[in-house]
């Protein structure tokens, strides 16, 4: 493919243009020397161009972003977490009078972490390099996958989630 790029740039090379006609000189001399009008400056807006308008639009704006932070401050506070609903542990379940008499355990309805697991799939060694204290060493990057589980024990409802990691190390190299 380069050879039949490089023939046709050779033949493009080997190309004249034609001379231009007698009649297409005379026409660019003519319009060459007529003078041009002199036209009248364009007071066209533009856009950083401030008319009246666009100072009451954008004040209307900064007032309407401020009425909007000064709404969601307060649902953005830090506030204690509301008090737990007490749950028997025993669920729907109908409690006779000797369960009555024994104190209930009480479950936290909220989800609480119970499992965290890390799964290395990738491991990629680099080239050799220098490190920050200028010593010899190489690149290892490490790649994970990790997930989390969150349980609720008064609904027993779960989360799963996963995120994938990754995790690079400079390691020096050993000459022993």
């Not at 046709?8 to 231009?20: F, Q």
């Not at 009480?106 to 920050?132: C, F, I, K």
Request: net charge negative.
């Amino acid at each position: 493919m380069d050879e039949t790029l490089l023939e046709l740039e050779n033949e493009l090379k080997r190309l004249t243009p034609r001379r231009p006609s007698a009649l297409f000189r005379a026409a660019l001399e003519e319009a060459m020397s007529a003078p041009t009008p002199v036209l009248a400056p364009r007071n066209d807006p533009t856009a950083t161009t401030v008319r009246p308008w666009k100072w009451v639009a954008w004040s209307l704006a900064g007032v309407a972003a401020a009425v909007a932070f000064l709404f969601t401050l307060p649902v953005v506070r830090d506030e204690p977490t509301p008090a737990l609903e007490p749950v028997p542990a025993s669920g729907l379940a109908v409690a006779g009078p000797e369960e009555l008499a024994q104190p209930v355990a009480m479950v936290a309805n909220r989800y609480a972490p119970v499992q965290a697991t890390s799964v290395l799939y990738d491991l990629h060694e680099g080239d050799p390099t220098t490190l920050p204290d200028r010593t010899e060493g190489r690149e290892v990057r490490y790649r994970y996958v990790d997930t989390y589980t969150w349980k609720n024990p008064a609904t027993n409802a779960s989360l799963r989630w996963s995120v994938p990691r990754d995790e690079v190390r400079l390691i020096r190299a050993n000459l022993d």
